[in-house]
């Protein structure tokens, strides 16, 4: 059987595309692309392309919709689970992680990345004229998939959702034109880019705000997990009452014994506080003050060049096969505190590599002036579990272990989900409000009338009498 045959004719249609950088089940790279950043998601599209422009990503969508193809944008693949559940076999997933360019405007304090950039560069290009963006917490996390998601991040309670910083987005729509899409052109379009994720298009360029941002207080206190009880009751007042420069996360970490981890810390279950202050040292030494006493065995808050706050978070960098799962809590009082111990504390047997609670709350809670689909979070609190799956025995039991610790903390829920984080299918009108996504759900229908696009949270379009369809 060759190559041409055992791949979908129409994919193979598409081979020619993108200068040849189309690639199709059996051919010599087609293992290697498909890959996302989880790689412990199996995603077996019908073919994978590697635009360099915006021109290749148009006749890419153009040739799809010809052929009866679906288009999944991807960049980095840190969210492809929801992705790889929908089915594959007649999608081309689009990966635009050839388009990596950023360009920062210092006088303008703006900055433009290609639809494939990636947070570390963007984030050292900004911190040379002493600006931040409102990044996530890994420099190898897409600035496009993070921000059309909502993208909350070490700056967020003084300065909101990373979204909302979008000044303007260039995306190829469902008939392969190449819009610009900002608070003049393309208003409605802007609108829902701006957390309704990628069912609208494949984006190629993004522009978003800076902040006069230098420096940062910040940093991480650490104890031995048999501290974990009185940090997170300590943690847990502090946070709900602390003012809006302050964002911080609680973690419990099962650290692996691996030589790159460092000895003090290697092969150990610790508590976690780290976080940044957007304010002098002096104020950062009195919002800090109750936590530090409770004596802390590590402290490394001080004031740090801002591009230092894109690893601040230690997440795994380069491809990494994870489980996870998360949810959005009101509150954290003490029985939720109890159910959390319970599931991850130092008498549980996890194989959770991480049981973390994010400190929402501040601009997260305000809507933003202006802003897109996702203009605020309602919630206090943002709970993510993960665990290491470099088997499928260990991914079966992190998922378990992850799902056991969400479903403890279920009666503190909302309801409400945080897509950025959900790395399993879920139901993303849960994302929303009701308006909100019967406005999504037109746009859609709008820019995507034949249903093009595949997003790994998927808004419908809508029926004709105005209903979403399901």
């Known amino acids: 059987m060759t190559i041409e045959s055992a791949a979908n004719p129409a994919a193979a249609a598409l081979r020619d595309l993108a200068d040849g950088r189309v690639f199709l089940p059996g051919d010599p790279r087609y293992d290697e692309v498909r890959i996302p950043w989880n790689v412990a998601v199996d995603q077996r599209p019908a073919a994978v392309a590697l635009p360099q422009t915006a021109a290749e990503v148009s006749a890419l969508v153009s040739a799809a919709a010809e052929n009866g193809l679906t ?94 910083s979008l000044t303007a987005v260039e995306v190829v729509i469902g008939d392969g034109t190449v819009v610009r899409a900002d608070a003049d052109n393309e208003d409605a379009l802007f609108w829902a880019l701006r957390g309704g994720g990628g069912n609208f298009g494949v984006v190629t360029a993004m522009e978003f705000g800076l902040y006069p941002i230098d420096t940062v207080y910040a940093g991480m206190l650490v104890w031995d997990i048999a501290d974990a009880e009185k940090v997170l009751r300590a943690w847990a007042g502090w946070a709900l009452d602390a003012p809006d420069e302050v964002t911080t996360s609680f973690r419990i970490l099962r650290l692996p014994p691996l030589p790159e981890i460092p000895e003090v810390v290697r092969g150990r279950n610790l508590v976690m506080i780290d976080g940044a202050v957007l304010a002098s040292n002096d104020r950062g030494r009195e919002l800090l003050a109750g936590l530090r006493g409770l004596q802390p065995e590590i402290d490394t808050f001080d004031r740090v060049p801002a591009p230092a706050l894109s690893r601040l978070h230690m997440d795994p960098e380069g491809p990494t096969p994870a489980v996870s799962d998360n949810c959005m809590l009101d509150a954290l009082p003490d029985a939720a505190v109890d159910a959390f111990l319970s599931a991850v504390g130092p008498d549980a047997q996890s194989t959770l590599l991480i049981a973390e609670l994010r400190q929402l709350g501040g601009a997260l809670a305000r809507p933003h002036e202006g802003g897109g689909a996702v203009s605020k979070l309602d919630a206090q609190y943002a709970g993510f579990a993960a665990a290491i799956a470099a088997t499928p025995e260990m991914a ?21 989900c945080y897509l950025n984080f959900a790395e399993n299918p879920v139901d993303p009108r849960t994302a929303y409000s009701g308006d909100t996504w019967l406005k999504l759900a037109g746009i859609r229908s709008a820019v995507d009338p034949d249903a093009v696009f595949l997003a790994n949270h998927r808004v419908s379009r809508l029926y004709e009498d105005g209903q979403p369809a399901a």
């Open 71 to 164: 288009v999944a944008p991807q960049s980095t693949g840190h969210n492809a689970g929801p992705l790889a559940a929908h089915g594959l076999d007649d999608t081309v997933i689009v990966r635009t992680s050839e388009m990596v360019n950023v360009t920062i405007d210092p006088a303008r304090r703006s900055a433009r990345a290609d639809g494939g950039a990636m947070w570390g560069p963007a984030v050292e290009a900004a911190g040379v004229h002493g600006l931040a963006a409102l990044h996530g917490s890994s420099p190898d996390v897409g600035i496009a998939g993070y921000s059309l998601g909502g993208g909350t991040g070490w700056y967020a309670r003084q300065h909101g959702l990373a979204c909302n």
């Open 396 to 416: 079966a039991q992190g998922h378990a272990d992850a799902f056991h610790l969400t479903s403890a903390l279920a009666p503190w829920t909302n309801g409400r």
